[in-house]
T-cell receptor, first 113, second 114 residues
Framework: DGGITQSPKYLFRKEGQNVTLSCEQNLNHDAMYWYRQDPGQGLRLIYYSQIVNDFQKGDIAEGYSVSREKKESFPLTVTSAQKNPTAFYLC????????????FGPGTRLTVL | DQQVKQNSPSLSVQEGRISILNCDYTNSMFDYFLWYKKYPAEGPTFLISISSIKDKNEDGRFTVFLNKSAKHLSLHIVPSQPGDSAVYFCAASARGGGSEKLVFGKGMKLTVNP
């Protein structure tokens, strides 16, 4: 069945290490997004991609990087430059950039020790 | 500057009663509004939406009302059920600017007591 998968559910890393979060979708959606959620902060957009091999910075892109080499995959790398990486990370997709409804994955909880 | 505001962080209601969740926005370019429901440690799930050409949209127990002049929308849940207990996010977009800018509020935690 179709959907968005994020793995792993929980991730622990030592400070100073880069870490890559996986996001895969089999919905044939063109657009994909990465958000982070912090307590009391809602969802903030990190990066988004409207089409393969193209992506744009969101509101809080500093310390993050992405790639979109395949339509179904949009991995997010949290680099050591990200000052407060511990957060709940959510990946989403939508059929295309003109389609407002976004479908979310289950999220990855990243804890940097 | 917060463009989508959910000013009340939490709401507690009794099972069977009405839950009213409010959302205000400041950007007059927003023309499409969505409500998402989120359980702890899970991704948000889409609940209901409304376009600015309408002032009401209903789906079962869920109704969203839009007051464009007041830049205010509300989600009504009737009757409320314990399974409705979750965090609800209001989101808005300006379709002319592309959907990449779904702007979310900070969320409101709804607790429905049996």
């Amino acid at each position: 069945d179709g959907g968005i998968t994020q793995s792993p559910k929980y991730l622990f890393r030592k400070e100073g290490q880069n870490v890559t979060l996986s996001c895969e979708q089999n919905l044939n959606h063109d657009a994909m997004y990465w958000y982070r959620q912090d307590p009391g902060q809602g969802l903030r957009l990190i990066y988004y991609s409207q089409i393969v091999n193209d992506f744009q910075k969101g509101d809080i892109a500093e310390g993050y990087s992405v790639s979109r080499e395949k339509k179904e995959s949009f991995p997010l790398t949290v680099t050591s430059a990200q000052k407060n990486p511990t957060a709940f990370y959510l990946c989403a997709s939508s059929p295309d950039a003109a389609h407002n409804e976004q479908f979310f994955g289950p999220g990855t909880r990243l804890t940097v020790l | 500057d917060q463009q989508v505001k959910q000013n009340s962080p939490s709401l507690s209601v009794q099972e069977g009663r009405i839950s009213i969740l409010n959302c205000d926005y400041t950007n007059s370019m927003f023309d499409y509004f969505l409500w998402y429901k989120k359980y702890p440690a899970e991704g948000p799930t889409f609940l209901i939406s409304i376009s600015s050409i309408k002032d009401k949209n209903e789906d079962g127990r869920f109704t969203v009302f839009l007051n464009k002049s007041a830049k205010h929308l509300s989600l009504h849940i009737v009757p409320s059920q314990p399974g409705d207990s979750a965090v609800y996010f209001c989101a808005a977009s300006a379709r002319g600017g592309g959907s990449e800018k779904l702007v979310f509020g900070k969320g409101m935690k709804l607790t429905v007591n049996p």
